[in-house]
């Protein structure tokens, strides 16, 4: 039997870039590892060096609150990026409150391995850092890219502001569901640039606008919210769908909101691993904030027949993957989107192109969470006589069913070589062709090689001295854009 020894090392003969000589200024953590390690409470640089050893963490700190008149801005550095947020002024954020930073930074530090530190000047809800163990659980049971880490803050118990709600609001079908659901509880709806979507100055007004007079026909305010959540992921070689919950609850401490809805589009009848989970957003929650996952109990055309009844919420919803401008009736959501409506006998021209039925049989299924939407259209489509859109859905269920099983044979029955003979023939096409194919981005489902390729992509980014982030282009409502130099 093996057994753990502890020993204590005078603080002296460790690195540190804090002054301190005694082992108070240091801690031990053998929580998630399996092996004895002494970590230094503080870091200045990002890195420690243990046993001559370099040790990388992930920092927040030089949080920043200005205050522009008509809008709040909020940001912080997070490992070598630059977080923030814009947001009305009529909401005050704590600038000595990391937790909103804290949350984005979770699941980036997890992928790399690296520990999370948050700076000594601020502090982070006490309720968070209990539940962030939960969190990672969760995270390296559905893909164990994402390694268990050490999240180091000064916890503090936040005190509620008031009893204000909100909902996460894009004009999708979820969202709007969620609105119509607990239109007496909810009085914010919250619609966010850089999140699912990046649109310029232009477009992004025009949403606003047309999203603030339906918010107004219902009695809610509209509150706009900008951030560079999009690039940040991005750059940290993560899907939206992977960490977009944290996000959310981030966005909710920042506006102080009392109780948030976050819109599920999942079922009880079959909920997938993804970034917002019913498991997965109450523990988001704080002293202050709650976060509450709805919608579980109606599926996409339940939905859909609740929107039905108000005609203003029919023509101003908004599903396109293209585009945040219009539905472009091209992508495959849109031509989901258009098939739920057609058997739910809903009318509505939200599609600037017709869908064509012919468009939606190539269609293809991508994942289990994908898959029960084909099947709740079967289910109806046989429930509704209709033969054309069953007969469809049929071959697409079929051919991911046969594309699955192919899957199965090689991994059980092969050993995977069929796999790694067409990885093989992609790259020799690849290399033919004169082309770079770049691994997916990592999401909560295993994708191997790719997550292991994206990883080191990720991970020789940030260890270049020269690496700078990318500059986020999103629009903004708050001002007038800068006119180009000449």
Same mark, same amino acid.
């Given at each position: 039997?093996?057994?753990?020894?502890?020993?204590?090392?005078?603080?002296?003969?460790?690195?540190?870039?804090?002054? &301190?000589?005694?082992?108070?200024?240091?801690?031990?953590?053998?929580?998630?590892? &399996?092996?004895?390690?002494?970590?230094?409470?503080?870091?200045?640089?990002?890195?420690?060096?243990?046993? &001559?050893?370099?040790?990388?963490?992930?920092? !927040?700190?030089?949080?920043?609150?200005?205050?522009?008149?008509?809008?709040?801005?909020?940001?912080?550095?997070?490992?070598?990026?630059?977080?923030?947020?814009?947001?009305?002024?009529?909401?005050?954020?704590?600038?000595?409150?990391?937790?909103?930073?804290?949350?984005?930074?979770?699941?980036?530090?997890?992928?790399?391995?690296?520990?999370?530190?948050?700076?000594?000047?601020?502090?982070?809800?006490?309720?968070?850092?209990?539940?962030?163990?939960?969190?990672?659980?969760?995270?390296?049971?559905?893909?164990?890219?994402?390694?268990?880490?050490?999240?180091?803050?000064?916890?503090?118990?936040?005190?509620?502001?008031?009893?204000?709600?909100?909902?996460?609001?894009?004009?999708?079908?979820?969202?709007?569901?969620?609105?119509?659901?607990?239109?007496?509880? !909810?009085?914010?709806?919250?619609?966010?640039?850089?999140?699912?979507?990046?649109?310029?100055?232009?477009?992004?007004?025009?949403?606003?606008?047309?999203?603030?007079?339906?918010?107004?026909?219902?009695?809610?305010?509209?509150?706009?919210?900008?951030?560079?959540?999009?690039?940040?992921?991005?750059?940290?070689?993560?899907?939206?769908?992977?960490?977009?919950?944290?996000?959310?609850?981030?966005?909710?401490?920042?506006?102080?909101?009392?109780?948030?809805?976050?819109?599920?589009?999942?079922?009880?009848?079959?909920?997938?691993?993804?970034?917002?989970?019913?498991?997965?957003?109450?523990?988001?929650?704080?002293?202050?904030?709650?976060?509450?996952?709805?919608?579980?109990?109606?599926?996409?055309?339940?939905?859909?027949?609740?929107?039905?009844?108000?005609?203003?919420?029919?023509?101003?919803?908004?599903?396109?993957?293209?585009?945040?401008?219009?539905?472009? &009736?091209?992508?495959?959501?849109?031509?989901?989107?258009?098939?739920?409506?057609?058997?739910?006998?809903?009318?509505?021209?939200?599609?600037?192109?017709?869908?064509?039925?012919?468009?939606?049989?190539?269609?293809?299924?991508?994942?289990?969470?994908?898959?029960?939407?084909?099947?709740?259209?079967?289910?109806?489509?046989?429930?509704?006589?209709?033969?054309?859109?069953?007969?469809?859905?049929?071959?697409? !269920?079929?051919?991911?069913?046969?594309?699955?099983?192919?899957?199965?044979?090689?991994?059980?029955?092969?050993?995977?070589?069929?796999?790694?003979?067409?990885?093989?023939?992609?790259?020799?096409?690849?290399?033919?062709?004169?082309?770079?194919?770049?691994?997916?981005?990592?999401?909560?489902?295993?994708?191997?090689?790719?997550?292991?390729?994206?990883?080191?992509?990720?991970?020789?980014?940030?260890?270049?001295?020269?690496?700078?982030?990318?500059?986020?282009?999103?629009?903004?409502?708050?001002?007038?854009?800068?006119?180009?130099?000449?």
């Amino acid at each position: 039997m093996l057994r753990k020894s502890i020993f204590v090392i005078p603080a002296q003969s460790l690195s540190s870039t804090r002054s &301190g000589t005694g082992i108070q200024n240091f801690r031990l953590d053998t929580r998630f590892r &399996g092996y004895d390690r002494v970590t230094p409470k503080h870091s200045a640089t990002g890195a420690k060096y243990i046993f &001559g050893i370099r040790i990388h963490t992930m920092k !927040i700190s030089n949080v920043q609150y200005d205050q522009h008149g008509t809008y709040n801005q909020l940001s912080a550095k997070i490992g070598k990026q630059t977080f923030w947020y814009r947001f009305p002024s009529a909401f005050a954020a704590d600038p000595q409150d990391a937790t909103c930073f804290a949350c984005v930074a979770l699941a980036p530090a997890m992928l790399l391995g690296e520990d999370l530190e948050v700076d000594d000047s601020y502090s982070v809800s006490s309720r968070f850092l209990e539940q962030a163990e939960e969190i990672q659980e969760i995270y390296h049971c559905w893909n164990p890219i994402f390694k268990r880490i050490k999240v180091m803050a000064n916890a503090r118990p936040l005190e509620p502001k008031g009893n204000e709600c909100g909902s996460f609001f894009s004009g999708g079908v979820d969202a709007t569901y969620t609105m119509l659901k607990h239109i007496s509880e !909810i009085e914010y709806l919250i619609l966010i640039n850089g999140f699912d979507f990046r649109a310029p100055t232009e477009i992004w007004r025009e949403k606003v606008q047309q999203n603030r007079r339906f918010a107004e026909k219902f009695g809610k305010q509209l509150v706009p919210v900008e951030t560079n959540y999009y690039d940040f992921t991005r750059e940290c070689g993560l899907t939206l769908y992977a960490t977009h919950g944290s996000c959310l609850a981030s966005i909710a401490y920042v506006l102080g909101l009392h109780k948030v809805f976050i819109s599920g589009s999942d079922t009880y009848r079959e909920i997938a691993a993804g970034g917002t989970h019913p498991l997965l957003d109450p523990l988001w929650s704080s002293e202050k904030t709650c976060l509450v996952h709805t919608g579980l109990e109606a599926d996409r055309a339940a939905k859909l027949r609740t929107i039905a009844q108000n005609p203003d919420a029919v023509s101003n919803l908004w599903v396109c993957w293209r585009t945040p401008a219009y539905n472009c &009736g091209y992508c495959s959501k849109c031509e989901r989107t258009f098939v739920a409506l057609r058997l739910n006998d809903i009318e509505g021209g939200i599609f600037k192109k017709k869908v064509r039925i012919a468009d939606f049989a190539r269609t293809s299924i991508d994942n289990s969470r994908s898959l029960s939407y084909y099947k709740e259209f079967l289910r109806l489509a046989e429930e509704k006589g209709d033969v054309q859109i069953a007969r469809i859905v049929r071959r697409i !269920i079929g051919r991911y069913k046969l594309k699955c099983w192919i899957t199965d044979m090689d991994r059980y029955f092969c050993s995977g070589i069929m796999k790694r003979v067409a990885l093989r023939l992609r790259k020799a096409m690849d290399k033919w062709r004169g082309r770079r194919r770049e691994p997916m981005y990592i999401t909560l489902t295993p994708q191997q090689p790719d997550d292991a390729e994206r990883l080191r992509l990720v991970q020789a980014k940030f260890a270049d001295d020269h690496y700078k982030p990318l500059a986020s282009d999103i629009g903004s409502v708050f001002f007038e854009p800068q006119a180009p130099s000449t």
